[in-house]
């Protein structure tokens, strides 16, 4: 059984910072890519930030320059260390896992933590 599961989000005032995190746990082979996506309210998912295995990394437009992601490989740990926030990040940030276990690699999502940043 893998599981992830988001922490770290929170309420602040714009051009704070938070620091997300996402762990994955369970009988785990490898994660691959591993990424932040989020969704506010009326709107659909979108992608924040990605990772692959290798070190590669893909940021939205809206969050380049304000946000780094980064993992450790040895905790199977996801971050995304968000600066000088604005109102309109405030959503749910998801994490998704692209994770190898029991043979097969397959796609896991949290449940979310909510972010709210306030003008």
């Known amino acids: 059984q893998v599981q992830v599961a988001e922490s770290g989000g929170g309420s602040v005032q714009a051009g704070e910072s938070l620091r997300l995190s996402c762990a994955a746990s369970g009988r785990i082979f490898r994660v691959n890519d591993f990424g932040w996506y989020r969704q506010a309210p009326g709107k659909q998912q979108e992608l924040v930030a990605t990772?692959?295995?290798?070190?590669?990394?893909n940021y939205a437009d809206s969050v380049k320059g304000r946000f780094t992601i980064s993992r450790d490989g040895v905790q199977n740990t996801l971050y995304l260390q968000m600066n000088n926030l604005k109102p309109e990040d405030t959503a749910v940030y998801y994490c998704?896992?692209?994770?190898?276990?029991?043979?097969?690699?397959?796609?896991?999502w949290g449940q979310g933590t909510q972010v709210i940043v306030s003008s």
């Open positions: 990772t692959t295995r290798g070190g590669s990394t």
């Open positions: 998704n896992g692209q994770i190898q276990s029991d043979g097969q690699t397959r796609t896991y």
